[in-house]
C-alpha cells in the first residue's frame, strides 16, 4: 500500500502534465486575501475525522510573507491513526489549485503554538494527516480547514479544491473518540515510523548513507529510551531519525521514479529501433517488388514481339501452304504454347500488382507510425524540460526557507545567508541563546540538504589592532561552526573562516557602519569550489 502511495505521489510531482487518481470529493474551501501589516484572527474548524482539539491561527501579511501563528490545546497525534500515517501536515491553497506544503504541525505535547510562512496573499489554511512530512500534495485525510474571519466577508472567497491524493494506509477512520496513554515517548514512535517508510521503499539502496545515519540515530534513540528515558537527548535523536528517514524516504522516491523514467525511455528506443528496422525491410521488399513487376512487364513485351513475329510467320507460310504444310502444323502448335504462357504470365503480373499495393500501405502504416514516435520523443523532451524547471522551483523554495531564518541573498557564490552583530556580546565569541535558535533553525534546513557546501566567514569592524579582530572572527566563525555540528551536520560539509576587518560593508568611522560590518555570513552552496573566499 505505502509502494503504490509514494508511487502515484512521485509521478504527480515529476511528470509534467499527468495527475495522480484523485482520492477525495471536492472540498469547499474559503480563501482569505489577507491586508498588509494588519492581523488576522483566521477561525479554524475540525472535519469529522480529526481530533476534537481546538486550533486557533493569527496571520499577518509583511513585506511579500505571511506569517501564521498556529496553536492548538488538547492535540492527538496523528499517529493515533495506525498504519503509515506518522504526523500532520500545515497547507497553504490558493484559489488555483496550488497546495503549498508550510511544513509539520509538530504535536510533542497536546498544547502548543508553531509559526509557519508563506509568500501567498490570498489563501486558505488546511491541516491533513501524512506518512511524512514531505509531501508534495495534500491526502484526503483533512483533519482542519479555516473559515472566513468574522464580520470581514469582503476578504473572503469560496472555492472548491480538488487536489487531495489517495490518503496512505491507515487503520482509523476517525481519532476524535480515541485516547493517547503510550508511555513510549511520541518522537520515538514518529522515528521508528518513519524509519519503517523509509525501509520499505528500499532506501537502504537508493540513499544507503542517509539511511544509515537515520538507522543509527534511531538506535541510539532505542538506548536511550530503554536507559534512563533520555530526556532532551532522546527527544533531539529522535527528532534527527524522523528528519533523516524522511529525507531518505524522499531521495528513493524521487530515485525510483527516475529509474521508473529512464526505463521506459529504453522501451521507448528499442522499439522505434524495431519500427525502424521494419520499416527498411518493407523498402526492400517493395524496390524487389518493383524490380520483378518491370521484368514482367519486359517478358510481355517480349512475347507479345514474338506472337507478333509468329503471326508474320503464319501468313507467310499460309502463302505456301501448298509446300509448308508440315511445317505451318508445327508454327500452329508453337503458337499456342506461347498464348499459354502469355496467359500464365498475365495471371503473375496481376499477383505481383496486388502484392505492391499491400506493401505501399504498410508502408504508409509505418511512416504513420514513425509520426508517432515522433510526437512521442517531443513528449519526453518537455518532461525533461519540467524537471529542469522543478529544480529551479527547489532551489526558489530553498531560498525562502532560507529566508525565514535570516536575510538571504542569492549569489554568484551560492546562497548568503547574514547572520548581524546580535549573535554575540561584545569582544566575545559565545553565541547568545537567540542566536543558537536562529541557528538551530539553518540547521534544520541544512540536514534535509547533504549535498550543500556551507562556508562560515566570521568578520568584525576596524576596532581594535587586526591581530585581536582576526582571531576574533575566528572565534566567532568556529563557535557557529561547533553549534551547526552539535545539530547534526557532516564536520566535512562545514568550513569556517575568520576574516577580520576585511571586506566592511559598511563605513567604520560610524556606529552604523561598524554593527553592519560585525558579521558572520553563511555562504551555502552546491560546492566547496562554489563557496571559496573571493
Not at 4 to 26: F, Q
Not at 378 to 396: H, T, V
Not at 477 to 486: I, R
Request: charged letters at 25%.
Amino acid at each position: 500500500m505505502l509502494v503504490k502511495y509514494i508511487t502515484r505521489a512521485i509521478v504527480m510531482v515529476l511528470v509534467a502534465g499527468s495527475v495522480s487518481p484523485l482520492a477525495a470529493a471536492p472540498v469547499e474551501l474559503q480563501s482569505v486575501a489577507f491586508p498588509e501589516k494588519r492581523a488576522i484572527d483566521l477561525p479554524i474548524v475540525n472535519r469529522p475525522a480529526a481530533p476534537a482539539a481546538r486550533i486557533s491561527a493569527d496571520v499577518i501579511h509583511r513585506q511579500g510573507q505571511a506569517k501564521i501563528e498556529i496553536g492548538f490545546v488538547q492535540m492527538k497525534p496523528a499517529i493515533l491513526f495506525g498504519g503509515d500515517i506518522t504526523c500532520y501536515v500545515v497547507w497553504a491553497i490558493t484559489r488555483d489549485g496550488n497546495a503549498e506544503n508550510l511544513g509539520e504541525l509538530l504535536t510533542p505535547k497536546p498544547n502548543g503554538k508553531l509559526t509557519f510562512y508563506t509568500g501567498q496573499k490570498n489563501f486558505a489554511v488546511v491541516i491533513t494527516a501524512e506518512s511524512f512530512n514531505l509531501v508534495s500534495r495534500p491526502s484526503e485525510l483533512l483533519m482542519f480547514r479555516n473559515v472566513g474571519p468574522s464580520g470581514q466577508s469582503d476578504l473572503v472567497s469560496s472555492f472548491h479544491f480538488d487536489g487531495f491524493v489517495e490518503a496512505p494506509e491507515h487503520h482509523m477512520d476517525g481519532i476524535s473518540h480515541l485516547k493517547w496513554d503510550s508511555d513510549v515517548p511520541l518522537e520515538l514512535l514518529q522515528a521508528r515510523k518513519a524509519f519503517e517508510l523509509a525501509t520499505n521503499v528500499e532506501a537502504k539502496t537508493h540513499a544507503a548513507q542517509i539511511y544509515a545515519e537515520a538507522g543509527e540515530a534511531l538506535s541510539r534513540s532505542n538506548t536511550l529510551a530503554r536507559g534512563s528515558g533520555g530526556g532532551r537527548e532522546l527527544l533531539d535523536a529522535s527528532r534527527r531519525a524522523v528528519a533523516l528517514s524522511n529525507e531518505a524516504l524522499n531521495i528513493s522516491m524521487h530515485r525510483i521514479e527516475a529509474i521508473r523514467v529512464e526505463e521506459e525511455l529504453q522501451r521507448r528506443r528499442e522499439e522505434t529501433a524495431a519500427l525502424e528496422s521494419r520499416a527498411a525491410e518493407a523498402e526492400s521488399a517493395a524496390v524487389e517488388a518493383r524490380r520483378l513487376t518491370e521484368q514482367a512487364h519486359e517478358e510481355a513485351r517480349l512475347a507479345r514481339a514474338e506472337r507478333e513475329r509468329a503471326a508474320s510467320e503464319t501468313a507467310a507460310l499460309r502463302s505456301e501452304k501448298a509446300t509448308l504444310e508440315v511445317a505451318m502444323v508445327q508454327m500452329r502448335d508453337d503458337k499456342s504454347h506461347l498464348q499459354i504462357e502469355s496467359a500464365q504470365l498475365s495471371r503473375e503480373k496481376s499477383a505481383l500488382e496486388g502484392e505492391s499495393a499491400l506493401l505501399r500501405q504498410e508502408k504508409a502504416q509505418l511512416e504513420r507510425e514513425k509520426e508517432a514516435l515522433e510526437i512521442e520523443k517531443a513528449a519526453q523532451q518537455r518532461l525533461a524540460e519540467n524537471l529542469r524547471q522543478e529544480k529551479e522551483e527547489l532551489a526558489g523554495r530553498l531560498q525562502s526557507a532560507l529566508g525565514h531564518v535570516a536575510d538571504t541573498t542569492d549569489t554568484a557564490r551560492g546562497f548568503v545567508v547574514n547572520l548581524p552583530d546580535i549573535l554575540y556580546d561584545v569582544n566575545e565569541a559565545t553565541l547568545k541563546p537567540d542566536a543558537q535558535l536562529v541557528l538551530s533553525k539553518l540547521a534544520g534546513i541544512l540536514l534535509i540538504l547533504p549535498s550543500q557546501h556551507v562556508l562560515i566567514e566570521g568578520y568584525t569592524d576596524s576596532t581594535g589592532s587586526a591581530e585581536y579582530n582576526l582571531d576574533l572572527s575566528e572565534r566567532r566563525a568556529q563557535a557557529v561552526k561547533s553549534l551547526l555540528v552539535s545539530q547534526g551536520l557532516d564536520r566535512t560539509r562545514l568550513e569556517a573562516l575568520g576574516l577580520g576587518m576585511d571586506r566592511p560593508v559598511a563605513d567604520n568611522s560610524t556606529n552604523e557602519g561598524r554593527k553592519k560590518n560585525r558579521r558572520v555570513e553563511i555562504v551555502i552552496s552546491e560546492s566547496a569550489q562554489g563557496v571559496a573566499s573571493k
